[in-house]
């Protein structure tokens, strides 16, 4: 009870510091951060040059990934992923409704987290960037050749899928921890009885190394902790992952309070690489589950959902020597690993201090033996033989850190809102400036990987109040651009995000740029509905489903007029975009439709329903302005009443 | 059969040329357009430093409205208007789904046009901006101190409504007008019958002066042409409404060619103050409709949706001297009005030339009964009468015109790819910038109004291809920002938008600024479902209905866990904020669920459903990182079977 009056007394403590942060800009501090026309020039992208860098920012709550120019911070898209978006027709189209199937059924929404760009050698390679569903726990992984999501994995036994998706140094798994221990399998059992009973799942799922598809591999079940974030090792430590844990008090209420008890929590270090070779010889034990596997096939420009009944799970205690815990200070949040792959940050978000442990002392107390305990069975390590330094920078709320190429690291701190830059080994500060306000992840290009490029750093901040023009109560996130080329960092810009940014990824953007495709081949079209020329126009009932395979090119629709449908009919618009040229979509809408639009790429074919309600002449058209006579792309359909017997017809040019 | 052929030809011709613009960008031009650091400086908005202008900018496809700062080309907000919104839950909350009721049932989305920010005695007073649903024909209200979409008026016997929303002098009315002419009312009919038995809805919907609801008063039939633009009369032409005309060839297929044919359309010029007149004194027709009204009420935090049955038709030949039709060459799209109301401007998107016609001439012509014959009943002018210059520019694809304080137009034009600055009265071209590329509308904040601000004009461009780094076949439109201060205008820069921005309006950032809510006040929320304070949290069984009326404050959730839900159960989370300060909101997720989640402002309540399918402990959390102990933030559900005798109950802090 004293504990929880102390702790108590500390929350309001942070809680008041924490409002000061948010509502004392400091302009004087600030304008000398960005002195006129110097940062002007440096974020100044002239019209019709590009960036240098692509950024890839978790949307949040929107649960898309938005992507950005740097330097200039303009956004370049809003690529949909676990989210209904009415702009592209996704996630309402009948060929990307089954992306969002899950165990639930249908959902139109999650929370996105943290995107991470596929890695060769430890290095971006550019392929794929993956990222989180945390709400209903998926792993999403976006093409960044069509920079469209193209495969979405559900993941059992898990909730709150936080500390995901981050892959491994050759993209051999992508990572993803359970925020949530729940009963592993789902009992109805009393919430109080949590301690000992809920546990928490860390999935492994592989990659092809050919087409990319996505695996559930296996699952550890790990103790009923909540697991924060994670990192690859790298380098040396490749083959090994690490986990923050928060909650090792295992509370079940009122958890701001009754989580924030323990000195220490864990980061859990996991030799990937021995329970690999474990299941692989037939270890681990196969568990009924339900998930769903969703994959858009490029080819067919279809998603197919098909639910999986099986995961292989795995007792971490039967794998003597891949599961190890080190104590960390307290309730660790960002949980990051150097450039070469020695130094794991742990970041306790109600510390002061950084810990930084070493792996290669870990490995060597691993091999001495030496441990302080164990905790449901894995062995607990001794902080002092694990821990390689401590960085004491007097900020207050440490977060997450990212790295550059020289051997400096950059740390947000949420309670004082800074970035601090700090010296790897040395763990001397170097630089501090300030954020507004309340600063979460901070990402450098590359600065996840063995090779980052440290030209800039954006910082994600949680609480924006007065830094643009108010647009009443919501506010979007603000994010600011600094450059970290020289000893001291220098702030650029602000600029607002688009959802709420939790993490991002970001390459140069030769990485991307030459390979980005501009259309998709006609010829190379798969759709089952798809049309190869507009004069393959054709409009057949199949009992009260009708299907129109139609044409859109600059600018008319083949066929313009359709009569012959009825009330009550199914009405199957299967549009083709016969243009094989670069920018040139097509949009289609028709009134009444209780889904969207949909937008339509050269090449592509696309399917949207409509189901008459009424009898009259009702008009469709292009959404997207697509020539001078785009006003002049229209249609109607002539809607009879249900025992019409108006015949099936079609008309192009009054034929 | 001939014309159609030279037609044809013609469209080849102007494709080739359009195709060309596309693809030249002339980079040496282009850069002298934008001078190293001084556009750069003119640009940059120092760090916690604000924009000098609001710019509005509608979504096209999106269905939306996103609000940029000038000149720094950042988007502070999207607003959701007629789309599905998962990043607040618009749409899918309990709340917002009436917003999008309709006559055809739930409509997710539609195509957004125009944004005009309402007026008083001509000049922009900052109150609310109303937005056009083109699909589905509506018109919203957003207001301008929330930013929020707070009512939408579906308009009957319309059908593409796309010269819409543009208001009168003193907001007394809210135009909306039909793309495409139907059979008023629907009627099963041979779509090729449509030539004089399709008509064309002009609707007038009232603004209530004090509280701003709308209300449809009367609609005009007129004859089935095409209505594309339309813009208010001002000063002496105060009174008048004008809208652009073309299908007057009243095709029914193949547009492209067949609505190409006549050499001039019409500008309509409607007396709705004499219309007005005629309908208060009785005038006028009721007619059986049905038809959507839906009003979001602040104080209780819900929309309602109201269906209406009956509508006002005016026959305008029953009217006399209520409409005259301006003969404009061929095919007009933009129809603009001056500052001081005289000039009103044709944009003939197949002419190269510009028609401006004079509001005095057409007065004068009117009084001396001086008519080129009738279509339908309704006076046609002599086009040598009406008009009081042409633009003579070279420019190709002539589409909108904005306004200066100066008396200087600015019109866009779509095939040579520019924004063309004249005088008005002289008619004599002052300076020509290239666009990039195939620009739409332009806009000058307060450019349709008495009073322009005429400091930047944003050109936004409905191709893209090369200007930003490339995302895959899907680009985002381009928006250009120029400084018209000086009598040259200077290409500043180059912004990305968010959906298809078709038109936009701005104004200075102080109109909005002061008066912007920051948050909801406790007291002031009627939400039949919000609880006043934490402690009077609960949850209430009505048959297989739960509701859950809880409480979020920094951080953690009242009650955080609760137990005694079964399957089959229909759970309502009614989350109240208990926050009262500003841009602290809270998020709610909850896992399974097939909604989105909900972001709550501080005093604000939101509500969604969740149906739990399964037995087991299924957690919720925060979506919005709200203080240092956001991650700790969580709870969880207990779901026994259909059949269990597990009691409701729930708990806080351990009790």
């Known amino acids: 009870m004293k504990n929880l009056i ?10 008041m510091f924490m409002m000061g942060c948010g509502n004392n800009g400091n302009k004087t501090q ?7 026309s110097n940062a002007a020039e440096k974020v100044y992208v002239a019209p019709g040059e590009h960036d240098e860098f692509y950024a890839f920012l978790s949307g949040g709550y929107s649960g898309n990934v938005t992507v950005y120019g740097l330097p200039s911070g303009r956004m370049l898209k809003e690529i949909p992923v676990f989210s209904q978006f009415p702009t592209s027709g996704y996630g309402y189209s009948e060929e990307t409704k089954p992306m969002l199937n899950t165990s639930h059924g249908f959902i139109p929404w999650d929370d996105s987290h943290h995107p991470d760009i596929s890695q060769t050698n430890g290095e971006l390679d550019g392929r794929f960037i993956f990222i989180n569903g945390n709400n209903t726990p998926r792993i999403a992984k976006i093409d960044l050749s069509v920079f469209e999501t193209t495969e979405i994995i559900e993941i059992p036994n898990s909730a709150g899928n936080h500390s995901s998706s981050f892959v491994t140094e050759n993209t051999e798994y992508v990572v993803a921890g359970t925020r949530f221990s729940v009963p592993v399998p789902q009992v109805d059992m009393p919430i109080n009885e949590y301690k000992g009973k809920f546990k928490g799942a860390l999935s492994f799922i592989s990659v092809d190394p050919e087409h990319g598809h996505m695996d559930l591999k296996f699952q550890i079940i790990m103790p009923g902790f909540n697991y924060d974030l994670s990192h690859p090792g790298r380098g040396n430590s490749h083959g090994w992952f690490f986990f923050s844990t928060y909650n090792t008090e295992e509370a079940s209420t009122l958890l701001e309070v009754n989580a924030s008890q323990n000195d220490k929590d864990f980061i859990a270090a996991i030799n990937w690489k021995k329970i690999e070779e474990y299941v692989n010889n037939g270890g681990g034990k196969k568990m009924p589950a339900n998930y769903a596997h969703n994959v858009y096939d490029e080819s067919t420009h279809n998603a197919t959902s098909t639910m999986k009944k099986e995961v292989l799970v795995v007792d971490p205690t039967e794998v003597p020597g891949a599961v190890y815990l080190l104590p960390t200070p307290k309730s660790p949040h960002g949980c990051d690993v150097s450039p070469d792959g020695e130094y794991i940050i742990g970041s306790g978000k109600l510390s002061a201090d950084l810990t930084v442990h070493s792996f290669t002392n870990m490995l060597k107390a691993i091999e001495d033996k030496k441990f302080d305990g164990e905790a449901y069975g894995i062995p607990i390590m001794n902080y002092d033989d694990v821990v390689a330094g401590v960085v004491k920078s007097g900020g207050l709320g440490p977060l997450h850190t990212e790295f550059d190429a020289k051997g400096n690291a950059y740390t947000t701190f949420f309670i004082s809102s800074e970035v601090v830059k700090w010296k790897l080994g040395t763990w001397e500060v170097i630089d501090r400036k300030p954020t507004y306000y309340s600063v979460g992840h901070l990402m450098v290009p590359g600065g996840n990987s063995r090779k980052p490029f440290g030209k800039y750093l954006i910082a994600m901040n949680k609480i924006t109040k007065d830094r643009y023009l108010p647009t009443g109560p919501e506010l979007e996130h603000s994010v600011q651009l600094y450059d970290i080329s ?11 995000s688009h959802g709420e940014p939790h993490y991002a ?10 390979k980005s495709k501009k259309f998709y081949k006609m010829e190379e079209n798969k759709h089952p509905y798809a049309i190869k020329a507009p004069q393959d126009a054709k409009v057949v009932r199949e009992g009260s489903n009708v299907h129109i395979y139609m044409s859109t090119i600059r600018s008319h629709f083949t066929p313009d007029n359709i009569e012959g449908i009825k009330v009550g009919d199914n009405v199957y618009f299967h549009i083709t975009n016969h243009e094989q040229d670069f920018d040139v979509p097509h949009g289609f809408a028709m009134i009444g439709a209780n889904t969207s639009e ?9 399917t949207i329903t409509w189901q008459p309600k009424q009898v009259g002449v009702w008009p469709f058209y292009c959404t997207d302005f697509c020539s001078a006579l785009h006003q002049e792309m229209q249609g109607y359909i002539r809607v009879s009443p249900q025992n019409s017997d108006i015949k099936l017809s079609w008309s192009l040019d009054g034929e």
Chains 1, 2 share one sequence.
Do not use: H, N
């Not at 600030?30 to 006129?36: F, R, S, T």
């Not at 990824?505 to 030459?514: M, R, S």
């Open 598 to 606: 949909i937008l339509v790429m050269p090449g592509q074919t696309k």
């Open 6 to 15: 102390k702790s108590a007394l500390l929350l309001v403590a942070v809680s």
């Open 30 to 36: 600030e304008k000398a951060g960005a002195l006129g």
């Open 505 to 514: 990824a970001g390459c140069p953007a030769d990485l991307l740029k030459p």
């Open 486 to 496: 020289g000893e001291k960092m220098e702030l650029l810009s602000d600029f607002p």
